[in-house]
């Protein structure tokens, strides 16, 4: 399965349409990890998302399964292609970072899941 190029990075690149309906297959092996901190949460995710600062990420690395395939996520797709080159480091290869984040998300009026503030 792959959905993205990867150009000269380590990483597929993911557009909106490819990670929507990687979104829309609801496949256990894929998964999606938002980057941002938890006030970023709070204005909504990706249904189903993880949330992983990218603060934390690393030491929560030995917890995934490096046979799924993960898309990052952040607002604008900075913050998760630095997750996701850390990702490939620690030899993780099916990892996606989702171009314009979630300001492209929002653009195209795609589901959201708002969180508590409570986190």
């Known amino acids: 399965m792959n959905f993205g190029y990867k150009g000269i990075s380590n990483y597929y690149r993911l557009n909106i349409d490819a990670a929507f309906k990687m979104f829309s297959l609801n496949q256990k092996d894929i998964v999606f990890i938002d980057v941002r901190d938890s006030k970023e949460w709070e204005d909504g995710i990706i249904p189903n998302s993880k949330t992983i600062s990218l603060e934390d990420l690393e ?17 604008y797709g900075n913050k998760s292609s630095i997750a996701a080159n850390s990702m490939f480091k620690n030899g993780f290869n099916n990892v ?3 171009q314009g984040g979630m300001l492209e998300w929002n653009t195209q009026k795609y589901p ?5 503030p409570n986190l």
């Open 59 to 75: 030491k929560e690395l030995i917890n995934l399964n490096k046979d799924f395939h993960y898309v990052l996520v952040c607002n």
């Open 96 to 98: 996606y970072n989702l």
């Open 112 to 116: 959201i899941y708002r969180l508590s």
